[in-house]
């Protein structure tokens, strides 16, 4: 039997390994048999030879063999999940979820830590004051059981190993593999006995994916994967030159969350949310058209069912549920530092990446793993591109508790903002569909 250094020289040849050899990686490194160390390693050396498909398609089956699987009660209604790759201001999981819950689709989520720039929707549903997402899986099945949604954060039981690879990617620089990204977003999905996954794939600056090539191939790959464990997988590619919404925080992102659901929320995520939600509803019960599901999850908006839903969870889940009605309830910052234009224009630019590492800067997410979250903090649009502003007028405002680093960030904030002369020429949000 090879010793776990030949498999690392093998990848870094640039060799195929096989479902054996990830099976022997995955339950030694979940044993802790593999140090981090060589698990680093063999991560940096395929990041950099490359991946096939195929080895992606074996790493994921790999982990999801590791660990336990969702078992839900027999006559389930079909089990569809929503996933995003991770944006700035990106809050559309939490608006999705209870969408399709609404209309009739179990969905049992798991949900995403938050990587660099970009805050994940675990931390998000932590500042709901007493929400629980530490779930058993025992828990986790009856929650969806009865109400058709719960959210769960990663365990040791779903796909453990990749809990800790994704630690690992974050600390090695490989999260950007294509292939690890596949791998690392089905198992977890592929864990919970779906039949159907949305994927939206972020596009460009705020995001993983600089270019649309590599989202494309990486929709085929979650596809083919999906392919193989009878799950239909469609992806979106959307764009994320500038952050989705107008908040980028956690509290703040759930304030926007709850105005959506309630069909109040800005154009750009309210239209997002539809669009997916109606592919998790057309995936569930492909009988219907796609413009009749579109109908669907406009109707449960409209209903309030869709907000009343997410009402139930959070209330089954430990949470108060009256912060989505009353926003003093949430987590509230001390202080607001106004960032204003320089000059008469049309704002023409907002780098995302620079608006998520500020509200990193400020406490919404984690620079590394030991720092605390502040749930209040964030940044808040208040133009979006294209808009047209005179001298002073109010670009956004950065939300805080310390000023530790408030200037840092203000500086991060105010070059992500470009003001042109020129309006700047329209660009879609939905750039392509993916399906198998």
Do not use: W
């Not at 690992?168 to 791998?183: C, G, K, P, Y």
């Not at 460009?204 to 999906?226: D, H, P, V």
């Not at 509230?332 to 630019?349: K, L, M, Q």
């Not at 979006?384 to 005179?390: A, E, F, L, N, T």
Request: net charge negative; with cysteine.
């Amino acid at each position: 039997m090879d010793r776990i250094v030949d498999l690392i020289q093998c990848k870094r040849r640039g060799d195929e390994l096989g479902l054996a050899d990830f099976e022997r990686l995955i339950n030694g490194y979940t044993l802790n048999e593999i140090s981090d160390a060589q698990m680093g390693a063999l991560l940096m050396a395929g990041t950099c030879t490359g991946f096939s498909d195929a080895e992606a398609t074996a790493l994921t089956t790999a982990m999801l063999r590791c660990g336990e699987r969702l078992e839900l009660p027999d006559g389930m209604r079909p089990t569809v999940d929503c996933c995003s790759t991770g944006g700035v201001g990106d809050k559309t999981p939490l608006i999705v979820a209870p969408i399709a819950a609404a209309a009739g689709v179990a969905v049992p989520m798991i949900v995403e830590r938050g990587s660099d720039h970009i805050i994940g929707s675990l931390e998000k549903l932590n500042s709901i004051p007493g929400f629980r997402t530490d779930l058993e899986v025992s828990d986790f099945a009856d929650l969806v059981g009865e109400y058709g949604l719960a959210f769960a954060q990663q365990s040791n039981a779903l796909a453990p190993a990749e809990k800790r690879l994704y630690e690992l990617r974050d600390e090695t620089a490989t999260v950007d593999s294509l292939a690890l990204i596949a791998a690392s977003v089905m198992s977890k999905k592929l864990a919970e006995e779906i039949m159907g996954l949305v994927v939206d794939i972020k596009v460009s600056k705020g995001s993983l994916l600089s270019g649309r090539n590599e989202a494309r191939r990486l929709a085929q790959l979650m596809i083919a994967i999906g392919r193989k464990h009878d799950c239909k997988v469609q992806a979106l590619l959307t764009d994320m030159e500038q952050p989705l919404g107008y908040t980028v925080g956690n509290a703040l992102e759930i304030m926007e969350v709850s105005q959506t659901l309630q069909g109040q929320g800005p154009e750009d995520v309210l239209g997002l949310s539809v669009e997916l939600a109606a592919r998790m509803i057309y995936l569930s019960d492909t009988s219907i058209s796609i413009e009749d599901a579109r109908e669907r999850a406009n109707s449960v908006i409209l209903d309030g069912s869709a907000l009343q839903m997410f009402g139930n969870v959070i209330k089954a889940q430990g949470g108060d549920p009256t912060v989505l009605t009353d926003f003093a309830r949430l987590p509230n910052p001390a202080g607001a530092e106004p960032i204003t234009s320089p000059r008469d224009g049309y704002v023409s630019r907002i780098n995302a990446e620079d608006i998520g590492r500020a509200a990193v800067m400020l406490g919404a997410g984690r620079s590394s793993p030991e720092d605390a979250i502040d749930p209040a903090v964030g940044v808040v649009l208040e133009t979006k591109v294209g808009q047209q502003v005179v001298n002073g007028t109010r670009l956004c405002a950065l939300y805080y508790n310390s000023d530790a680093n408030l200037e840092e960030a203000k500086q991060l904030v105010e070059d992500a903002f470009r003001i042109s002369s020129q309006p700047p020429a329209d660009r879609e949000l939905v750039l392509d569909l993916i399906q198998g």
